[in-house]
C-alpha cells in the first residue's frame, strides 16, 4: 500500500497562508487522483481537494474554493496545497491519499495546520 509523508504545517493567523507538501513514498501508478483530506480534532477526515496526477484536473468542496490551490508534480511524486485566507475552521491535521480512499485507508502521520489569533 502507498505511504505518505505530509509536510509544511504550522501555527499562522487567521488570513494567513500555508504551503503543504505530501511524498508518495512507492509507486501510485495505479492511483489516478490524489488529494488532500483534513481531519479536525474529534471529528472524521474531511475531503478538502483532489487532482490527477497530470495536474489539470482539480475539484474543491465549497469550503475551501477560491482559498486553495491543489498542485502536483507527476515526476517526483509530490502533492502540494497552497492554502491562503485560512480561518479557525481551517483548523485540523492534514493528510494526503489516493482517490478515491481505499475500503481500509492507510494514513501518514499528517501535517498539523493551526490558526488562531
Known amino acids: 500500500q502507498v505511504q505518505f509523508v505530509e509536510s509544511g504545517g504550522g501555527s499562522v493567523q487567521p488570513g494567513g497562508s500555508l504551503r503543504l507538501s505530501c511524498a508518495a513514498l512507492?509507486?501510485?501508478?495505479?492511483?489516478?487522483?490524489m488529494a488532500w483530506f483534513r481531519r479536525p480534532s474529534g471529528k472524521d477526515h474531511e475531503f478538502v481537494a483532489n487532482i490527477n496526477w497530470v495536474g489539470d484536473v482539480t475539484y474543491y468542496p465549497y469550503s475551501v474554493k477560491g482559498r486553495f490551490t491543489i498542485s502536483s508534480d507527476n515526476a517526483k511524486k509530490v502533492l502540494y496545497m497552497q492554502m491562503t485566507k485560512l480561518t479557525p475552521e481551517d483548523t485540523a491535521v492534514y493528510y494526503c491519499?489516493?482517490?478515491?480512499?481505499?475500503?481500509?485507508?492507510?494514513w501518514g502521520q499528517g501535517t498539523q495546520v493551526t490558526v488562531s489569533s
Open positions: 512507492e509507486r501510485t501508478t495505479n492511483h489516478y487522483f
Open positions: 491519499n489516493t482517490f478515491p480512499l481505499p475500503s481500509q485507508p492507510a
